[in-house]
């Protein structure tokens, strides 16, 4: 095809938009609202994963050694810890330092302490940090196997709770998702079927001077991209405000994402760049599928 | 060419509107297709442009076997064929010169064919001055003559006009037939309906006669204007 073909069914995509301003309008609206009803899931799922990341990141395994385990040994259990592969952060925990922190914490029972003098009652100890909290159960047994462990304080129960919330969450925001996208494809493909009817004559006379169908829907696709497109940099816009508007009550009154056990939602300058050009690509995306959907019906002349 | 060979059509409401025609139309002819209404006039032009298929029988257009054609090849047989409807069918939110060039478009021509050609096709039905306006902006008897522009810009071998007069002043009538008939003796072929019987005596030529479906009289005849 010529370019100045081209450049005239992009023109005629254009001219279209003037032409039928009110159903060009509804369609916008349309994708404007299931973009921002997708987006703000999408946003709300990525910060509740980053809570949960969160609170993963704090998880705390600990190794307490056998009484009197000698040095060389405390430094081989190290080495062994440090090899396994699921296994993030190593670090020893003498019993003095143990003792020490436990003193400090309890100033007021001093007296308590007196009486034991020198006499440490702890032992020493490895703080370690889960890379996947999922398989902490393997990696515990997998140091169980190691000679003189005392014990092991695992937060297994938690890691199930965890675990099962995050599925939930999943399973809650993918569904939501895509009832949300289905349901705009259908709201849209039904409004742009409005817009094709009221231009089936035209569609009619483009066919009896022999266009081809392609030819005919190139502008309808340009049209329902381009009005997906605006969408998109409505759609950006409104949840740039909103979110930040959002954020700021939210972290205003640290108290309620206290209760979360995190300090931070994530801040839109991080995501603006994704969410702007996800909100494009899916508005004129969305908008040229429906366009074209709809003239189907009316290509049989 | 027009060819039909024994050609029936019948609707998926089961009334045959062209029962058994044989009907051959040459380069150059000038045809009119006369009958009362519910004849199948229509029916034949639908049928040239492969708009209905027929139920039996073979139709040739311009060398398109219209039995044989597949879906995606109608265009190409459409771009050899200019169509006029009795209700014009002009795009109304495009000018007198967008209607026309759209043609053109639609075959991918260059712009530079198009800037030269669609002003001289509408300065051939007299229109320059309203190239720019709108279908709603002119007369019926106007906007038949951008129908014919749009019709014959793309120099089609055969022109199928439906009726062409049926809704504009019969003085003006004449003026479209003349102008039909210029575009004949360049050698397009001219196949054309129509319900009056004055413009028939007048122009004179092929007079294609159907019948409830049927050809019932196809020869001809002298013109009043060539007696004159
Ligand atoms: N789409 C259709 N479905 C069913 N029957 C049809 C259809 N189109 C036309 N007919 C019937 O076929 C017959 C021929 O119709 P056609 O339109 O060819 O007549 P015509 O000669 O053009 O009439 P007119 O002069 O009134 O335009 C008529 O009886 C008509 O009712
Ligand atoms: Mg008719």
New interface residues.
């Given amino acids: 095809m010529r370019l100045n073909s081209v450049k005239y069914l992009f023109k005629q995509g254009t001219r279209n938009i003037a032409y039928n301003k009110l159903m060009a309008f509804a369609s916008f609206c349309v994708l404007l609202v299931s973009l921002l009803l997708v987006g703000f899931s999408l946003l709300f799922y990525v910060n509740i994963n980053l809570l949960v990341a969160d609170i993963e990141a704090k998880n705390e395994v600990i190794v307490f050694l056998d009484e009197d385990t000698s040095d060389e040994r405390i430094n081989s259990i190290n080495k062994s810890l440090k090899a396994m592969e699921n296994i993030d952060t190593v670090v020893f925990y003498s019993k003095e330092e143990a003792f020490a922190h436990l003193k400090a914490s309890m100033a007021d029972s001093e007296v308590l302490f007196d009486s034991m003098g020198d006499d440490n009652p702890l032992v020493d100890s490895f703080k370690i940090r889960i890379k996947d909290i999922n398989f902490t159960d393997e990696t515990v047994s997998e140091i169980e196997k190691l000679d003189n462990i005392l014990s092991i304080r695992a937060p297994l129960e938690f890691v199930d709770i965890l675990t099962g919330l995050k599925r939930v969450i999943s399973i809650i925001s993918v569904s939501i998702i895509i009832a949300l996208i289905i349901v705009s494809m259908v709201i849209i493909s039904n409004t742009t079927k409005a817009s094709v009817f009221a231009r089936r004559k035209e569609i009619s006379i483009m066919k009896y001077v022999g266009a081809t169908n392609a030819f005919i829907r190139i502008p309808f696709f340009v049209e329902g991209m381009l009005t997906g497109i605006l969408s998109g940099v409505a759609a950006t816009l409104t949840t740039w405000f909103g979110y930040d508007a959002l954020v700021r009550v939210l972290t205003q009154d640290n108290d309620i994402l206290k209760i979360f056990g995190t300090g931070s939602l994530v801040p839109f300058k991080d995501l603006a760049l994704s969410v702007a050009v996800s909100y494009m690509v899916a508005g004129a995306v969305l908008g040229a599928i429906g366009c074209v959907i709809s003239t189907r019906k009316h290509l049989k002349v | 060419m027009v060819e039909l060979k024994n050609v029936s059509v019948k609707y998926p409401s089961g009334v045959e509107a062209l029962k058994n025609v044989n009907l051959t139309i040459n380069d150059g002819d000038f045809a009119f297709v006369v009958g009362s209404s519910g004849a199948g006039k229509s029916t034949l032009i639908k049928l040239i442009?492969r708009?209905i298929e027929a139920t039996k029988g073979t139709v040739i257009v311009n060398g398109f076997n219209l039995s044989k054609l597949k879906r995606?090849k109608i265009?190409?047989?459409?771009?050899t064929i200019g169509?006029v409807f009795q209700d014009f069918?002009?795009?109304?939110?495009m000018t007198v010169y967008e209607n026309i060039a759209?043609?053109l478009?639609?075959?991918?021509a260059?712009?530079k064919y198009i800037r030269k050609r669609v002003p001289y096709v509408i300065s051939l039905v007299g229109l320059q001055h309203k190239v720019h306006s709108y279908p709603d902006e002119l007369s019926g008897g106007e906007q038949q003559r951008v129908a014919l522009a749009?019709a014959l810009v793309n120099d089609p071998q055969l022109i199928i006009a439906d009726e062409p007069t049926g809704n504009i002043d019969p003085e003006l009538s004449y003026e479209i037939v003349e102008l039909l008939k210029g575009i004949n003796n360049c050698g397009t072929t001219i196949l054309m309906v129509t319900h009056e019987h004055d413009l028939v005596r007048h122009f004179g030529g092929r007079i294609i006669s159907i019948n409830s479906g049927s050809v019932v009289f196809d020869e001809i005849i002298g013109g009043n204007d060539e007696i004159k």
Wanted: no cysteine.
């Fill in positions: 442009l708009e995606d265009p190409k047989l459409r771009r169509v069918r002009l795009i109304p939110n759209f043609v478009r639609v075959i991918d260059p712009l749009r």
